[in-house]
């Protein structure tokens, strides 16, 4: 299986700042020590073309950001200094999930370590996204007549408004989203399915609400691909996540996720989307977790 990654292209960030980038590498090292390891092939894929970040986003947007002519609130919105190392790795990222993509429709998965960024809007970014690889990746496929239906499933614990935004007047993208209702982001951009969950909600209650909800969303969607966005800011021990689920709870959602494309026989592409646990040991393992679990799928 192709696991991209980009952790060899870092973004400065001041001091003590919220973006857990230590994370990526240890992943990256983590996945390849496992058994199911070996069956990884580990890539680095080229950047995001021009042609297909306008699939998702502005040329205004996409000049401000190759320029380094955002202002000073759009930066702050963001919530990364603008580097020249800072778009090279968003275009990395992006070029990640539509390499993946091509990948997973040949072997039936793909892997980025990374990506998810689902708070990137077609003329701004925010919450640590800068362009909205999945979407890009989506209307990609779509526009090049590869596929007539995709399913963005979205488990991370703040709601895909961008994505959803973006997304909101392509009937061949299904966006679904659970996510804590008094999370990030405060206002909410409708998708296709949004299911949203109360502070605290335990394993048992996610578990079941994923249940009831999967087979609907996969009978709406009628999906030829699904982009998983992996989250591991669900967990209880995340700063900025509000539920309450344990290790356990998280891996029991990720095999529910492939097992539900597998017995549909639909490809996933996989992506790490955000973790921000108050011990980064946590949140590494759970998403070695992830990643283990669909080496071991398919």
């Known amino acids: 299986m192709q696991v991209f990654y980009t952790d060899p292209f870092p973004i400065p960030l ?3 700042h919220a973006f857990p980038l230590d994370k990526y590498q240890r992943v990256r090292e983590g996945v390849a020590a496992t058994p199911e390891g070996e069956r990884a ?7 995001a073309t021009q042609e297909d970040l306008l699939l998702a986003h ?31 790795r968003s275009l990395r990222s992006c070029g990640s999930t539509v390499a993946a993509s091509d990948h997973a429709l040949e072997d039936g998965a793909a892997v980025y370590l990374g990506g998810g960024t689902h708070h990137a809007f077609r003329d701004r970014g925010g919450g640590f996204c800068v362009f909205n690889d999945c979407a890009v990746a989506s209307l990609r496929l779509i526009h090049g007549g590869r596929l007539g239906r995709v399913l963005i499933l979205d488990l991370d614990v703040h709601q895909g408004d961008g994505t959803a935004s973006i997304l909101r007047d392509e009937p061949r993208v299904f966006t679904f989203s659970m996510h804590g209702a008094k999370n ?4 909410k951009e409708p998708g296709d399915l949004d299911v949203a969950l109360p502070d605290g909600c335990d394993d048992r209650t996610y578990l079941e609400t994923l249940d009831e909800t999967m087979d609907r969303v996969f009978e709406l969607a009628q999906p030829e ?4 966005l992996a989250g591991a800011d669900p967990h209880r021990d995340d700063r900025f996540g509000r539920l309450g689920l344990t290790e356990n709870g998280l891996a029991a ?8 494309c597998r017995e549909r ?10 973790g921000y646990g108050r011990k980064l040991d946590v949140t590494v393992a759970i998403q070695i977790e992830t990643v283990r679990q669909a080496l071991a799928a398919y």
Do not use: K
């Open 14 to 16: 001041p001091e003590g």
């Open 253 to 260: 959602r990720d095999r529910r996720v492939f097992q539900a």
């Open 58 to 88: 502005e040329s205004e947007y996409i000049a401000a950001i190759r320029g380094g002519t955002l202002s000073r609130d759009a930066e702050r919105r963001l919530g990364f200094p603008w580097s020249e190392a800072m778009v090279e």
């Open 265 to 274: 026989s639909v490809p996933v592409v996989v992506t790490m989307a955000g």
């Open 225 to 228: 691909l699904v982009f998983y």
């Open 41 to 47: 092939v580990f890539s680095i894929a080229n950047r």
């Open 184 to 187: 990030y982001p405060r206002i």
